[in-house]
Structures are given as C-alpha cells and as structure tokens.
Nanobody, 124 residues
Framework: QVQLVESGGGLVQAGDSLKLSCAAS????????MGWFRQAPGKEREFVSA????????RYAASVEGRFTISRDNAKDTAYLQMHNLKPEDTAVYYC?????????????????WGQGTQVTVSS
C-alpha cells in the first residue's frame, strides 16, 4: 500500500477557489491511479474525480464537472484537486485514494489506500 496525506483544505466563501494536495509515500506513486472522494455530514462518501497513472485520462462527478480539475505530478509523488467556484454544497471532508491499477477507476471499492481527509467548508 501507499501512504497518503491530504492538505489544502480550509474555510472559504462561495465562489472562492482552493487547491487540495495529496502527498504519497511508501510505494512508487506512478503505479497507482488516484481519486478524490468527499463525505458531508450525514451523507455517504461520494466520488469526486479520478485520474489514471500518466494523468492523461480523468473523470469527474457531474456536480463538479467544469469547476474542479484533477492532476498529478509523478515526479513529486503528489496528486492535486483544483477547485474553483466553490459552493456551500461542496462542504465536506475530502479524501484522496490510490488504486493499484493503470486506468481510471471511480468506485470506492477499487481503491486500496486512503488518506485521513481534509475539511473543506464553503460559506454562503
């Protein structure tokens, strides 16, 4: 497994931007497809975005399409989630996850390793 640490969360106003980072260690980062999920209070964890090994294939939830961008820097062992035009409904704990596959995966059950999460709070 790979160890993951998220950072970059915080309290922002609606319309603001945030960039989350997910630093990986313990295994070769570019062996893993990466994903971002989020969980709001009282709700199930939901898929946000995912990226394949080389960063050329991505996938987004409909609710964030056009506002969020996932990327990765394999030289820095880090994945990112750039979030623009944030809305109050984006408020959640955001988790990054790693899957030992080469293609894009989106189901939580596809991922082997998870970070501890970072809180994003968007005020109206």
């Amino acid at each position: 497994q790979v160890q993951l640490v998220e950072s970059g969360g915080g309290l922002v106003q609606a319309g603001d931007s945030l960039k989350l980072s997910c630093a990986a260690s313990g295994r070769t980062f570019d062996y893993f497809a990466m994903g971002w999920f989020r969980q709001a209070p009282g709700k199930e964890r939901e898929f946000v975005s995912a990226i394949n090994l080389n960063g050329l294939s991505t996938r987004y939830a409909a609710s964030v399409e056009g506002r969020f961008t996932i990327s990765r820097d394999n030289a820095k062992d880090t994945a990112y989630l750039q979030m623009h035009n944030l809305k109050p409904e984006d408020t959640a704990v955001y988790y990054c996850a790693a899957a030992r596959v080469s293609w894009v995966v989106t189901s939580p059950t596809d991922f082997n390793s998870w970070g501890q999460g970072t809180q994003v709070t968007v005020s109206s």
